[in-house]
T-cell receptor, first 117, second 114 residues
Framework: AQKITQTQPGMFVQEKEAVTLDCTYDTSDPSYGLFWYKQPSSGEMIFLIYQGSYDQQNATEGRYSLNFQKARKSANLVISASQLGDSAMYFCAMRGAGGTSYGKLTFGQGTILTVHP | EPEVTQTPSHQVTQMGQEVILRCVPISNHLYFYWYRQILGQKVEFLVSFYNNEISEKSEIFDDQFSVERPDGSNFTLKIRSTKLEDSAMYFC????????????FGSGTRLTVV
């Protein structure tokens, strides 16, 4: 069974500073994918970044980067130069490896990020 | 940029009524999914659909739920006899057949059962 753990229910950051949102996972599959999504108060799920388990380099997308430490089973999201519009709920999720679980995403509990001016 | 479209954005229904939530996945995607998020809680997988059949379903997806792809573009979730506890945000998603990213969610349907 796959499990995603986000241990920070809430995080605060000052505008223009960097922030790290933690995510650890547990799986016995050798191949998997890790996702981060942003959910603003309006409710939609916005894709931020993806990391494949065999990717050699950490994924980056603009101000978002994923600090992937495979041995520690962690996939932390780093947001650089925080903006007020970054205030939202952030979810870490894992995609299954194969067979019938190939497409299913398992989500963590989420972290609410608040950016202060 | 291609997107997954969900309708309606909000729906209020009486307990015991049937509801159909509609989704138009990205056109070249082959896997389709429904997820549920009860207010303030994490997102939960309901069902995945590939090649016109269910490929996996969770324990939440009991006999009152069904999915259908009635034509080449729509993907629907039907709840036959709604209960108060079915009140949630329902997300449709689609992904390409082969791995990697491209896993895209719709903006959700907020279902309220009264």
């Amino acid at each position: 069974a796959q499990k995603i753990t986000q241990t920070q229910p809430g995080m605060f950051v000052q505008e223009k500073e960097a922030v790290t949102l933690d995510c650890t996972y547990d799986t016995s599959d050798p191949s998997y994918g890790l996702f981060w999504y942003k959910q603003p108060s309006s409710g939609e799920m916005i894709f931020l970044i993806y990391q494949g388990s065999y990717d050699q380099q950490n994924a980056t997308e603009g101000r978002y980067s994923l600090n992937f430490q495979k041995a520690r089973k962690s996939a932390n999201l780093v947001i650089s130069a925080s903006q007020l519009g970054d205030s939202a709920m952030y979810f870490c999720a894992m995609r299954g490896a194969g067979g019938t679980s190939y497409g299913k995403l398992t989500f963590g509990q989420g972290t609410i990020l608040t950016v202060h001016p | 940029e291609p997107e997954v479209t969900q309708t309606p954005s909000h729906q209020v229904t009486q307990m015991g009524q049937e509801v159909i939530l509609r989704c138009v996945p990205i056109s070249n995607h082959l896997y389709f999914y429904w997820y549920r998020q009860i207010l303030g809680q994490k997102v939960e997988f309901l069902v995945s659909f590939y090649n016109n059949e269910i490929s996996e379903k969770s324990e939440i997806f009991d006999d009152q739920f069904s999915v259908e792809r009635p034509d080449g573009s729509n993907f629907t979730l039907k709840i036959r006899s709604t209960k108060l506890e079915d009140s949630a945000m329902y997300f449709c998603a689609s992904s390409p057949l082969q791995g990697g990213d491209g896993y895209t969610f719709g903006s959700g349907t907020r279902l309220t059962v009264v």
